[in-house]
């Protein structure tokens, strides 16, 4: 009884008609979009969904040749890439933001719109390692996903580390802002001591 009300509640659509819809282009573009706005092994950006990023591509259509770039990347993202995919992320978070990286977003979002640190996009270190997890499972894992013998990459190689038997992300690699405060009191706190 259950599955008769489950198939009366589906709709089949037919994928030649979503390409239509959406274009060619668009649709190889979209592993890479599920991919770098959150899936399974991604992370999302803080309170930006699928929506909201649609919305943005919508908007930034040029993130769509971005995404394709990213679909033929073996190994580093060039600059001009990395430069459209953060427009992108500024784009969703702020639409009308004139900013073209993360780190200005983030200052002005926090110093003018007095944005909580939640509600910042990520800092452009921290999205580098965004991107590098995006291609392993885009490009690497599920484009790769019906070759008879697709090559098996390291996902340290990628954005990820390992922490005894589990893999984690790698969500940057410069120090933390605490630590480096800290550092930074500790040496003044030296310098002052010495000078006594």
């Known amino acids: 009884m ?29 592993p890479v979009f599920q991919a770098i706005t959150g899936c399974d092994t991604t992370s999302a950006f803080s309170h930006k969904g699928k929506k909201s990023a649609w919305e943005a591509w919508t908007v930034y259509p040029a993130v769509t040749q971005a995404f394709l770039s990213l679909s033929d990347v073996e190994a580093d993202v060039d600059e001009a890439t990395t430069a459209v995919l953060q427009r992108f992320v500024i784009v969703m978070y702020e639409r009308t933001s004139d900013c073209v990286d993360l780190n200005s977003c983030r200052r002005q979002l926090f110093t003018k719109r007095n944005c909580s640190l939640e509600l910042l996009p990520p800092t452009a270190n921290s999205f580098d390692q965004h991107i ?21 990459h390291d996902p340290c190689s990628w954005g990820w580390k390992k922490d005894g038997s589990k893999l984690v992300p790698v969500w940057m690699t410069i120090p933390e802002v605490v630590y480096a405060l800290s550092e930074l009191i500790h040496w003044l706190q030296e310098r002052l001591h010495c000078k006594m």
């Open 2 to 30: 259950d599955s008769f009300w489950y198939w009366k509640k589906c709709r089949f659509i037919a994928i030649h008609d979503i390409v239509k819809k959406l274009g060619l282009e668009k649709c190889r573009a979209l």
């Open 132 to 152: 590098r997890r995006t291609v392993y499972q885009a490009v690497l894992v599920w484009n790769k996903s019906l070759d008879k013998q697709p090559q098996v």
